[in-house]
């Protein structure tokens, strides 16, 4: 209990106090991307304890509607991404790759030690894991490419300037740029609009080779992001995320080709209905979405409202949390919308 009360008033203190005072990322988002510079693994360096790169498509044909290519270089720090038990040696050297659709038993999740099993460039020009994943970033190309047991993955990005900030602040910044795609899926040619991200983190936990006590890490416990694309030009970004109560970031960005991005940040979002917890592989049970409900204005005006059903295998590997689909239903500018979306969720609230 008393944890949790301390952890409440650092949460208090942080998103309520301090966190309105240095965080851009509204007025970043609605501008070109201009800080290519920034990508940069930060493998070796104790002040970015983590960076993230991310490949992500929201909307692949049946059957496998999505893929996700996540990788974290270092121990977050935090309730929601770390699973301590597969830390490295050393925890800041822990690295972890997250791939999968909605096909068959196509998941793929790995932990690894930066310095024995992974070569990364300083520039973020030549990432690898192992055999398992490359990604060579150098914009506005991005290139991919998976060979997992379960199913392999060759794409090209060609990634526009059109960014939206989740955070940025002096000590994270987190970043999507809309990116169109190319490539296939197994042998499956697929295109389309989809997202390259990025991220780097100051943490305490570059203090210590030792997994941060679950006392000391930072109490974010609710995160979920999820990826739309209503047309073949139009996509938007849903993001919750939630410290003991208090709403870290809950945002809706819409991109169109060719066009400035626009956030909001009136924006609802509810479940309506759980099933049966999910359990990982170790019994930890988590609470599961069966149906959420979406909605954004702007002023008086209705943006979008969406209702989604979720409706394809949850992929146990984001952290302690897990990535799926859902169908959905709605409106947009008053227009009716349906198709199928991206979803991570993590939810380790304190019941």
């Given at each position: 209990?008393?944890?949790?009360?301390?952890?409440?008033?650092?949460?208090?203190?942080?998103?309520?106090?301090?966190?309105?005072?240095?965080?851009?990322?509204?007025?970043?988002?609605?501008?070109?991307?201009?800080?290519?510079?920034?990508?940069?693994?930060?493998?070796?360096?104790?002040?970015?304890?983590?960076?993230?790169?991310?490949?992500?498509?929201?909307?692949?044909?049946?059957?496998?509607?999505?893929?996700?290519?996540?990788?974290?270089?270092?121990?977050?720090?935090?309730?929601?991404?770390?699973?301590?038990?597969?830390?490295?040696?050393?925890?800041?050297?822990?690295?972890?790759?997250?791939?999968?659709?909605?096909?068959?038993?196509?998941?793929?999740?790995?932990?690894?030690?930066?310095?024995?099993?992974?070569?990364?460039?300083?520039?973020?020009?030549?990432?690898?894991?192992?055999?398992?994943?490359?990604?060579?970033?150098?914009?506005?190309?991005?290139?991919?490419?998976?060979?997992?047991?379960?199913?392999?993955?060759?794409?090209?990005?060609?990634?526009?300037?059109?960014?939206?900030?989740?955070?940025?602040?002096?000590?994270?910044?987190?970043?999507?740029?809309?990116?169109?795609?190319?490539?296939?899926?197994?042998?499956?040619?697929?295109?389309?609009?989809?997202t390259f991200e990025y991220?780097?983190i100051r943490t305490h936990?570059?203090?210590?080779?030792?997994?941060?006590?679950?006392?000391?890490?930072?109490?974010?416990?609710?995160?979920?992001?999820?990826?739309?694309?209503?047309?073949?030009?139009?996509?938007?970004?849903?993001?919750?995320?939630?410290?003991?109560?208090?709403?870290?970031?809950?945002?809706?960005?819409?991109?169109?080709?060719?066009?400035?991005?626009?956030?909001?940040?009136?924006?609802?979002?509810?479940?309506?209905?759980?099933?049966?917890?999910?359990?990982?592989?170790?019994?930890?049970?988590?609470?599961?979405?069966?149906?959420?409900?979406?909605?954004?204005?702007?002023?008086?005006?209705?943006?979008?409202?969406?209702?989604?059903?979720?409706?394809?295998?949850?992929?146990?590997?984001?952290?302690?949390?897990?990535?799926?689909?859902?169908?959905?239903?709605?409106?947009?500018?008053?227009?009716?919308?349906?198709?199928?979306?991206?979803?991570?969720?993590?939810?380790?609230?304190?019941?």
């Open positions: 209990m008393k944890k949790h009360v301390i952890s409440r008033a650092l949460s208090r203190a942080v998103i309520d106090g301090m966190l309105p005072l240095v965080d851009s990322r509204l007025t970043a988002s609605r501008q070109p991307f201009d800080a290519p510079q920034i990508i940069q693994p930060h493998d070796t360096s104790r002040a970015w304890g983590v960076a993230h790169f991310g490949v992500f498509v929201p909307d692949l044909p049946e059957p496998y509607r999505y893929l996700n290519t996540m990788t974290l270089l270092g121990a977050s720090g935090t309730e929601l991404f770390d699973l301590d038990h597969l830390a490295a040696t050393d925890a800041r050297d822990t690295s972890t790759v997250f791939s999968s659709t909605a096909h068959a038993d196509q998941r793929f999740y790995r932990a690894y030690d930066m310095h024995t099993d992974c070569s990364f460039t300083s520039d973020a020009r030549r990432l690898r894991w192992a055999e398992d994943l490359a990604i060579n970033v150098a914009l506005p190309h991005v290139v991919v490419r998976g060979r997992y047991p379960q199913f392999d993955v060759d794409l090209k990005l060609e990634v526009t300037d059109q960014v939206s900030y989740f955070v940025k602040t002096p000590i994270y910044d987190h970043l999507s740029l809309l990116a169109p795609y190319s490539g296939t899926v197994d042998d499956v040619e697929v295109s389309g609009l989809g991220a780097r936990q570059a203090l210590t080779r030792r997994p941060m006590p679950a006392q000391l890490k930072l109490p974010l416990d609710f995160f979920t992001y999820q990826i739309i694309n209503l047309d073949e030009r139009t996509q938007v970004l849903l993001t919750d995320v939630r410290a003991r109560g208090r709403t870290a970031c809950r945002l809706a960005h819409v991109r169109v080709l060719g066009r400035e991005t626009e956030v909001y940040d009136d924006v609802h979002f509810a479940v309506t209905e759980y099933g049966e917890p999910l359990v990982d592989d170790r019994g930890n049970p988590m609470r599961r979405p069966r149906k959420i409900k979406w909605s954004v204005r702007d002023g008086g005006r209705e943006v979008l409202t969406l209702i989604g059903a979720l409706d394809a295998p949850w992929r146990l590997g984001h952290g302690p949390g897990y990535a799926t689909a859902y169908s959905y239903t709605g409106t947009w500018r008053s227009e009716p919308v349906s198709g199928s979306a991206y979803l991570e969720w993590v939810d380790v609230q304190p019941r």
